[in-house]
C-alpha cells in the first residue's frame, strides 16, 4: 500500500478537532488498507510500532534527525536548525527544507507502507555502539525517496509527535464503523483491547476473520491487562450504599500498581500504564519464582523501612526509578509486594470469577510463597457497619495507608472500567477537598527572587476525554523543595515547545509551554467558576470553566500516569456538584444562581 493515503489521512485530521470528522476520516483510511497490514497502520496512526508493553521506541538523537534532513534536502544543517527553531517542529521544518528538493524520481524505491513501518522497525532494533549511524542512514534512505510532505511525517513520527489527536477510544469507534459497518459493536472490540492492550491485534483479526474472532480474544500471558479502576465515594455511609449493605475492605496502600505474569520460568511486571518495570523489581520478580502456576497477580509494591517493617510513602519507592542503580536500591529501599487480585491461572481467565472467589484463589496462591518479607496477601475485611470501616480505615492510616479501597462481594473483574464496583475512601487531607488531583504540567512562568532560574509556577491541566483535550483548571506555585523545583526544571526542558499546544485549552498566558506529559499531584481547598480555566468549559455556565483555589504541589510525580490518565474533567465537575452539596444551601443557592446568570 503507498504511504501517500496515509499521509493525506493525517493532513486532513491535522485541520480539525471534531472527534467525529476524526473518526470519519479514519474510517477512510482504514477501508483503504489492506487487512493484513492493518495491525501496523494501527500502530502507525498512533504513533508507535508495537502496543506499548513491548517497550520499543525508535531511540533516535535529535542531532541525528537533523543531520539527516540536511543531508536529504541539500540543505546544510544551519538551515535546519533555523527551520526548527522557527516552526518548533522538526518534522515541519523537515516538510518546509524537503520543499524546495528536486525529486530523483529515477533510482527511488516505492514509498510504500510496509517500507516505511519496516525500516522505523529497523530503526528501533538497531543497539549499541554505532547505532546512531546506522538508524541516521536509514532515516535518510527514507527521506531521499520521500515527498515533503511524506518527509514531514516520517519526522514527526520519529521525534514521537505526531500529534493526531486521537484517544484509543476514537480508534476503536473508526475500526468498528469500517469494519462491521456499526459504531454499537465497539464495545466487543473495546472488551478485547482491555484484555490485550493491543490495539493492532484487535484491528487485523477484526479486518482478517470478523468481529467473532475478536471476542475469542482471551487473556493471554505476557499481555498486560487493562487495570480495572475505583471511583471515589466520601463516607462509608456512601460506600455501603453502592454495595448493598456488605462490602470487602482493603488497606489502599501508597505505593505502585503491578501486574505481574508469570509464567514457567519468565517473570514480567507491568506498571499502571502497562509498560514493562521488570528491572525496577528484581528482588519481587525473584520472590514469586516459588509459585508453582502460571498466574497473572495484581498487587501494590510498596517500599517499606527495613529496620520497622513500617510502610514508606511512595515517594520513597521513586528511588527505585531515579538516583541509584537497582542493586543499590534494592539494599537501600527495600520493597513488599502486596497482592489484591488474581486474574488469571494455569491458562485460564479468572476475571469472570467473583470478588470473593478470586480472594479465595489469591490467599491460596500467596500462601503458599512463604516470604513474608517480599511478598504478601493485603490486609482485608469484609464490613455491614459504617462504623466497621471507618475502624479499619483508622488502622489502615496509622499503618502508612492512604485510606482503604472497598470492593463489591460479587463482582468480577472488569477490564479497562471505572465503575462503582470498588470505591476509593481516603482520609481527609489538610485541603477541603477530600481527594487529590493528578493533572498535566502544560506551562510555566518564570521564576523571581529566590526561583530566579527555575519555574515560579506551573499551569496544570485535566484531561477531557470528549474532546481528548488538555483543560487548564489551575496554576500552582506551592508546595515545591528546592529539590522539585530543580527536577522540575530539568525534566520538563526536554518537553518545552514554541507555542500552547494544539490539545492544550486555556485562556492564561505563560512564559512557557510543554507538551503535555508530566503529571503530578495537588490538593487544593475548593473548586470554583473560572473565566480562565478551561476545565469543563460551558458545563456549568456558559463562558466558564473550573478552577482550584489554594493549589498545592503534594510532592508526588506520577510517573505511573500517561496525561490521558489523569484527573478527567468529569470527575472535576463531579467534585464541584459534591462541593455545593456539602457546604449546604445557601452555597449551593449563590452558586447555582450564578450558574443561572
Ligand atoms: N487494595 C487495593 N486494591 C486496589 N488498588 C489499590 C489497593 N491498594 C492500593 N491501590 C492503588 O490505588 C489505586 C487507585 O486509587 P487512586 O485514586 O489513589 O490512584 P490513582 O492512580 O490516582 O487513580 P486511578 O488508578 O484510580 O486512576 C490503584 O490503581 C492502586 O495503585
Not at 474510517?27 to 508495537?50: C, E, F, H, N, S
Not at 534536502?73 to 518548533?88: A, H, R, W
Not at 476509593?424 to 481527594?435: F, G, I, Q, T, V
Not at 455545593?580 to 452558586?591: N, Q
Amino acid at each position: 500500500m503507498d504511504f501517500a493515503p496515509i499521509v493525506e489521512t493525517f493532513e486532513q485530521m491535522e485541520q480539525t478537532s471534531s472527534r467525529l470528522a476524526l473518526t470519519e476520516y479514519l474510517v477512510a483510511l482504514l477501508r483503504k488498507t489492506p487487512p493484513d497490514i492493518i495491525d501496523k497502520v494501527t500502530y502507525l496512526i498512533q504513533g508507535k510500532l508495537y502496543p506499548d508493553y513491548e517497550g520499543i521506541e525508535l531511540g533516535v538523537a535529535e542531532r541525528m534527525v537533523i543531520r539527516a534532513i540536511a543531508s536529504s534536502s541539500g540543505k546544510d544543517q544551519l538551515q535546519i536548525e533555523k527551520l526548527y527553531q522557527k516552526t518548533g517542529d522538526l518534522g515541519d521544518a523537515a516538510g518546509e527544507a524537503m520543499k524546495s528538493k528536486s525529486q530523483s524520481t529515477l533510482f527511488s524505491e516505492p514509498m510504500t507502507v510496509e517500507r516505511v513501518y519496516s525500516t522505523f522497525d529497523r530503526v528501533a532494533r538497531t543497539t549499541g555502539p554505532g547505532s546512531q549511524e546506522t538508524k541516521l542512514r536509514l532515516i535518510s534512505s527514507l527521506l531521499n525517496d520521500a515527498t515533503a510532505a511524506e518527509g514531514r511525517y516520517i519526522i514527526k513520527f520519529v521525534m514521537g509527535q505526531l500529534r493526531l489527536g486521537i484517544a484509543d477510544y476514537t480508534v476503536l469507534d473508526a475500526l468498528a464503523v469500517a469494519f462491521t459497518g456499526d459504531k454499537a459493536n465497539r464495545q466487543v472490540l473495546e472488551n478485547a483491547y482491555n484484555v490485550s492492550s493491543d490495539l493492532g491485534t484487535v484491528a487485523r483479526l477484526l479486518a482478517t476473520k470478523g468481529l467473532d474472532a475478536v471476542k475469542s480474544i482471551k487473556i493471554t500471558l505476557f499481555k498486560p491487562i487493562r487495570p480495572m479502576l475505583a471511583e471515589r465515594i466520601r463516607t462509608a455511609e456512601e460506600a455501603l450504599e453502592r454495595m448493598e449493605g456488605k462490602a470487602a475492605v482493603e488497606y489502599k496502600l501508597d505505593g505502585e500498581r503491578v501486574q505481574l505474569h508469570k509464567g514457567k520460568q519468565n517473570v514480567e511486571l507491568f506498571s499502571r500504564r502497562l509498560e514493562k518495570i521488570t528491572s525496577h523489581y528484581p528482588d519481587v520478580a525473584e520472590a514469586i519464582k516459588s509459585i508453582k502456576s502460571e498466574v497473572i497477580l495484581e498487587g501494590e509494591v510498596v517500599a517499606i523501612n527495613a529496620e520497622t517493617g513500617d510502610y514508606l510513602p511512595f515517594q520513597e519507592l521513586m528511588h527505585r526509578r531515579r538516583k541509584y542503580g537497582v542493586e543499590e536500591a534494592m539494599e537501600n529501599y527495600p520493597v513488599v509486594m502486596n497482592f489484591f487480585d488474581v486474574l488469571y491461572v494455569d491458562g485460564k481467565s479468572k476475571t469472570e470469577l467473583t470478588y470473593m472467589e478470586r480472594r479465595k484463589l489469591l490467599k491460596k496462591i500467596i500462601d503458599a510463597v512463604k516470604d513474608d518479607n517480599k511478598v504478601r496477601l493485603i490486609e482485608q475485611t469484609i464490613a455491614t457497619k459504617p462504623e466497621e470501616i471507618d475502624r479499619f480505615m483508622a488502622a489502615a492510616i496509622e499503618d502508612g495507608c492512604e485510606g482503604v479501597m472497598i470492593k463489591q462481594l460479587s463482582s468480577t473483574y472488569r477490564a479497562g472500567a471505572r465503575e462503582y464496583a470498588w470505591v476509593k475512601l481516603k482520609r481527609e487531607y489538610r485541603s477541603d477537598l477530600a481527594d487529590t488531583l493528578d493533572l498535566v504540567v502544560v506551562g510555566a512562568l518564570h521564576g523571581r527572587g529566590r526561583r530566579t532560574g527555575k519555574y515560579g509556577a506551573l499551569l496544570l491541566a485535566a484531561y477531557d476525554q470528549k474532546t481528548d483535550m488538555f483543560q487548564s483548571v489551575t496554576k500552582v506555585g506551592t508546595g515545591f523543595t528546592d529539590v522539585h523545583l530543580e527536577q522540575f526544571y530539568n525534566e520538563l526542558e526536554k518537553h518545552i515547545i514554541n507555542q500552547r499546544h494544539a490539545r492544550v485549552q486555556t485562556g492564561m498566558d505563560m512564559d512557557v509551554w510543554f507538551e503535555p506529559n508530566m503529571v503530578i499531584e495537588v490538593i487544593a481547598s475548593e473548586i470554583t467558576l473560572s473565566p480562565s480555566h478551561a476545565a469543563a468549559l460551558n458545563a456549568l455556565r456558559p463562558g466558564y470553566g473550573l478552577a482550584l483555589r489554594f493549589p498545592k504541589f503534594t510532592g508526588k510525580i506520577r510517573d505511573d500516569k500517561k496525561p490521558e490518565d489523569a484527573t478527567a474533567t468529569e470527575e472535576i465537575v463531579e467534585m464541584y456538584r459534591r462541593q455545593l452539596k456539602v457546604a449546604g444551601p445557601s452555597y449551593a443557592a449563590e452558586a447555582e444562581g450564578e450558574e443561572g446568570g
